[in-house]
């Protein structure tokens, strides 16, 4: 029986040490699955997680995130991985998933809204998501403040800016997926002391690919929840405006 999403949610900890019992790896799997229904900046799912299951290359990552021990505990590990040098290929996935419902039909037949979702993807994507050395993005940030100056308009458009964007989103698949681990009594630890460098050469990631952060995963040990949970009083985060 899942936990309710509360239930999940309060039953979700930070564990850094697990048990020796070993994960279904369908379920995890199934967890992931969970994750790439996080909402995603423009639907681009800049994303990779990397389910590693290998003993010995879970040992080569728990090393190089300095032998921390959520890592080195952990039964399994998965790398959140963010590929914003595939924002092509994502684009063009949309635009032939938007034409599939729209009815693969001639350019000239498509309306007015149908129009504005394809070129959403064709145009107004590659005018944000096209970089050189950081110069267009300079460019872009420029003009828009510009611009900006008369009227509402986007500023996230920087190369640094895009990076967030991307970071953003599969930061909210990774939590997808930790409330879906914690829903079936599955213990986790998101994790961003990690030498990122050698854990992308451990799993043969590209060189424009970041890691976004990577997470132990396990059944927790009562010692392995490092004290009560620490959180500032809501009310002075909690802003009703
Ligand atoms: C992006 C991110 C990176 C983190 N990095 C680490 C880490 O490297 N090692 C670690 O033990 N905990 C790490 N944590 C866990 C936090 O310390 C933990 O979430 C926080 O103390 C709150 O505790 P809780 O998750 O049990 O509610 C990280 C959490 C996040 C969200």
């Known amino acids: 029986m899942e936990k309710l999403v509360s239930d999940a949610i309060a039953y979700r900890r930070s564990v850094r040490v697990y048990k020796d019992d070993p994960l279904d790896n369908d379920k ?7 994750a790439v229904l996080a909402p995603t900046s423009s639907n681009l799912q800049l994303w990779e997680f990397y389910h590693v299951v290998d003993t010995e290359i879970c040992k080569k990552i728990a090393k190089a995130s300095f032998n921390q021990p959520a890592a080195r505990t952990a039964k399994q590990l998965v790398v959140v991985v963010v590929r914003k040098d595939l924002w092509r290929k994502r684009a063009k996935a949309n635009v032939n998933f938007l034409k599939k419902a729209f009815g693969n039909k001639p350019d000239s037949q498509y309306s007015k809204k149908e129009k504005f979702a394809l070129s959403y993807y064709k145009k107004i994507m590659p005018s944000i998501y096209t970089e050189f050395l950081g110069i267009l993005g300079m460019i872009r940030y420029f003009f828009f403040s510009v611009v900006g100056l008369f009227r509402p308009v986007y500023r996230q458009v920087r190369s640094s800016d895009m990076r967030i964007v991307a970071h953003k989103s599969a930061g909210l698949a990774a939590e997808n997926f930790m409330i879906s681990m914690a829903a079936i009594g599955y213990d986790t630890c998101p994790m961003e002391g990690i030498d990122s460098l ?3 050469k451990i799993l043969g990631l590209p060189y424009a690919s970041e890691i976004n952060m990577l997470i132990g995963c396990g059944i927790r040990e009562d010692s392995g929840v490092y004290g009560p949970r620490f959180r500032v009083p809501f009310e002075s985060v909690y ?3």
């Open 28 to 34: 995890v799997r199934k967890c992931l699955e969970n």
């Open 198 to 200: 050698r854990i992308k």
């Open 239 to 241: 802003k009703l405006v």
